[in-house]
């Protein structure tokens, strides 16, 4: 099959290489951009029977107002601000880009780690300055502590083997119990956020898990660890987390700044306990790469009979 009209919504042509363009073009009449979100789209959905989004919504009301539509290629691995069950009951295919960015992602998450307990950034910027003295600096190690993920997917799971490369005590939780190495020991959800000195997320963001991370387990994590979420903070409640870090007692971290409001940055940003990166968890050369040809791929195949990365 081809499609008629491809609608690009929420990124630009620039995100993509031209080769990957001319593959697109490949499978379709017509692509149109547009830079409209939300309801604003409505009005451009008529005559589509493809749409390209990135990290913006797709609502039953739009999904509605798009009787031709067979098939929504998500340009990125979470897909929590799209209907997709409604989707489904539409007959619509749902395709994200699972795995692209696993090991960048990963590795940023002991770059953050080791950035902090190893204070890098003053070493650096004092160093910068001349002066080399290690009169005051302080230092942990990652081995021998207590290191949980939660959300054991592609990107935890990876996680979990380099804090093993690191000699750390790996404890996780997952949905499912996963068929790892019998190092990466399974608890439950609430043992591992209250037993971690070094606690990563790593969550897919959807109704299920949304404030996953509520006040009770906010309050029980332990004292003194370092947070890591390289997830959706949706996986938090806010409020709840702005309360425990007013206690000074954990370090958190996030990279996901690009998806927050500009109120909730302010706000978090004055706690000296709370580091805000931005979103670069996923962007590697080898990241971007792999994104670009899934992406393509999901879409080739899905024109071929044999969807491929369906979410729904």
């Not at 929504?72 to 897909?79: A, D, E, K, Q, R």
């Not at 890591?228 to 007013?246: F, H, I, S, Y």
Request: overall charge negative.
């Amino acid at each position: 099959m081809k499609f008629k009209k491809i609608l690009v919504t929420g990124f630009s042509e620039s995100e993509m290489e031209s080769s990957y363009w001319s593959r697109i073009k490949n499978v379709t009449d017509n692509i149109e951009f547009s830079s409209a979100t939300g309801n604003d789209l409505v009005p451009l959905l008529s005559d589509v029977d493809c749409l390209f989004v990135k990290f913006n919504e797709v609502t039953k009301e739009m999904i509605d107002s798009a009787p031709n539509l067979k098939y929504i290629s998500v340009f990125s691995t979470g897909y929590g601000r799209i209907d997709a069950e409604y989707a489904k009951g539409k007959k619509i295919t749902v395709c994200n880009v699972p795995g692209y960015s696993t090991e960048s992602v990963a590795e940023l998450v002991f770059a953050v780690i080791l950035e902090h307990i190893r204070e890098i950034e003053r070493a650096r910027k004092q160093g910068r300055e001349g002066n080399y003295s290690e009169t005051g600096f302080s230092a942990t190690e990652i081995k021998d502590k207590a290191f949980g993920v939660i959300g054991l997917g592609q990107i935890g799971l990876r996680t979990a083997e380099i804090a093993l490369g690191f000699g750390a005590d790996v404890r996780y939780w997952s949905r499912n119990k996963k068929d790892c190495s019998e190092k990466i020991k399974y608890a439950n959800a609430d043992e591992v956020i209250s037993s971690s000195d070094i606690l990563s997320l790593h969550l897919a963001s959807n109704s299920e898990t949304e404030t996953f991370l509520g006040p009770e387990r906010i309050n029980n994590i332990k004292k003194g660890a370092v947070v890591v979420n390289t997830a959706p903070m949706e996986l938090l409640d806010l409020d709840a987390l702005e309360d425990r870090l007013k206690k000074g007692d954990i370090t958190f971290i996030l990279d996901h700044s690009d998806e927050m409001t500009k109120e909730d940055l302010k706000r978090f940003s004055q706690y000296d306990n709370c580091i805000i990166y931005p979103p670069i968890g996923y962007i590697s050369k080898e990241a971007g790469i792999a994104k670009q040809e899934i992406f393509v791929s999901n879409i080739e195949n899905f024109t071929k009979g044999n969807p491929t990365n369906s979410v729904n």
